[in-house]
């Protein structure tokens, strides 16, 4: 029955992997890696991402592993979701509406023995989509220069991971990801002047490696019915066995015919060092208060890109810096064991402010501000009443000086199905 089931979790992931990828229209999915995707899942999603020292037998908290370890023997734990997002881009007088529908994680979480959580999952890293141009008038003449910018993909996680109580309170995990994807950008112009030729740049990776992401947590009961949980994680930070190219093109519009130049740099894309620390308060299991502090070292990554003065394909010390992220958040449920539906909801409500971690045109790029809330909606029948449906409302800003102001609404639904699967029945 366990390989049977081990099986079909493999299985199901297997599948899932195939649409794990969220999405994003974003200009900015077009430095660095992508857009960052914060990893929250259902239950801290409405916290904006709340997780160092969230611990609970009912959650995944993928993020800091070392919670695993709360599982109880006999849950076995599902959590997915899909979101939906409208996002209203503007720049100068000019504004752009966009709308996106994604997939957005699978993670299961069960126990092998006392004290001893495994979880596996899927989990997007960053995402990459966009397209836009912009043209101009060459010089007093009456011809103009487009020039179109597009790109697709990101990278994502496939993790397995497990968490271990090793003293009373205090608890240590590992997650061990393949991390995999690529990405395809593509600079192109071009000019309503036949005689003039089109030059076209593409950029593209393809990544096939490993992460590595380490957690603690310890819980201190400070009085009857009141905790105090302190989390840390850490992330190792290497480079990916990747080799990004760029292929130059340039089309005689009058022959057709192409020159090509291609320039690769050898194990040139990285992901940095990455150190968080939290704490949560927890009173009566009820009221949940808790704040995260992330730092991920961009600054001493170097990124690939071309050298403006000697217009060299080469990695540059000059493109990434580093990236704070502070988050806030609460989970407050009236009465879990009250036979009124409402005082059984978890209502939750965060916020949480980012720094960019990378330049545009060697000005800082968007800061990122998030405030958020969200429901856990208890699911009950004769033969479940464990499982929660989350759903969760965000509201995310990214804005830079000069360049374009984001803002985008989502909404997130997401399933955690927690079964006793490994009870056993007095009467068959």
Not at 43 to 71: D, E, T
Request: glycine content about 10%; hydrophobic content about 35%.
């Amino acid at each position: 029955m366990k390989k049977l089931l081990f099986s079909s979790i493999l299985l199901g992931f297997g599948t899932l992997s195939i649409i794990a990828q969220s999405g994003t229209k974003s200009p900015y999915s077009q430095y660095g890696l992508g857009i960052l995707s914060d990893q929250s899942q259902g239950f801290n999603r409405g916290m904006s991402g709340l997780f160092q020292g969230f611990r609970s037998g009912n959650q995944v908290n993928m993020q800091n592993p070392a919670s695993y370890s709360a599982v109880d023997s006999l849950s076995m734990i599902f959590d997915a979701a899909v979101s939906g997002e409208i996002t209203n881009f503007k720049e100068g007088g000019s504004k752009v509406n966009a709308k996106t529908a994604n997939f957005e994680y699978a993670t299961a979480l069960f126990r092998v023995f006392p004290k001893f959580g495994v979880s596996i999952g899927i989990v997007p890293y960053t995402n990459i989509g966009y397209s836009y141009s912009t043209s101009q008038i060459i010089g007093t003449s009456s011809y103009t220069a487009t020039t179109s910018h597009e790109g697709e993909g990101g990278f994502r996680q496939a993790y397995l991971g497990m968490g271990y109580e090793f003293f009373k309170g205090f608890s240590l995990g590992v997650n061990a990801s393949y991390f995999w994807g690529d990405y395809e950008r593509s600079v192109i112009m071009t000019s309503s002047d036949a005689y003039v030729n089109t030059l076209r740049k593409e950029y593209s990776a393809e990544v096939s490696s490993y992460k590595l992401d380490f957690g603690a947590q310890y819980r201190q009961k400070l009085g009857k019915n009141d905790f105090l949980t302190i989390g840390a994680t850490f992330g190792l930070g290497h480079k990916l066995n990747a080799d990004p190219s760029l292929s130059v093109i340039n089309i005689d519009t009058q022959t057709g015919v192409a020159g090509i130049t291609i320039d690769s740099i050898s194990n040139g894309l990285s992901i940095p060092m990455t150190y968080g620390a939290g704490l949560a308060y927890s009173h009566n299991n009820s009221l949940t208060i808790g704040a995260d502090y992330q730092l991920q070292c961009w600054g001493s990554e170097e990124y690939p890109m071309v050298n403006e003065v000697t217009n060299n394909y080469e990695l540059s010390k000059d493109f990434y810096k580093d990236r704070h992220k502070f988050t806030v958040g609460a989970e407050w449920v009236p009465n879990l064991m009250s036979r009124r539906f409402l005082n059984r909801v978890h209502y939750r409500i965060g916020a949480s402010y980012a720094t960019p971690y990378y330049k545009v045109h060697k000005k800082d790029g968007p800061k990122e501000m998030t405030v958020s809330a969200g429901f856990g909606i208890p699911l009950v029948n004769s033969w479940n009443n464990r499982s929660v449906l989350n759903v969760s409302f965000q509201w995310v800003n990214r804005a830079a000086e000069n360049l374009v102001t984001e803002n985008s609404f989502r909404v997130t639904i997401g399933l955690t199905f927690n079964e006793r699967w490994f009870a056993k029945w007095k009467v068959d």
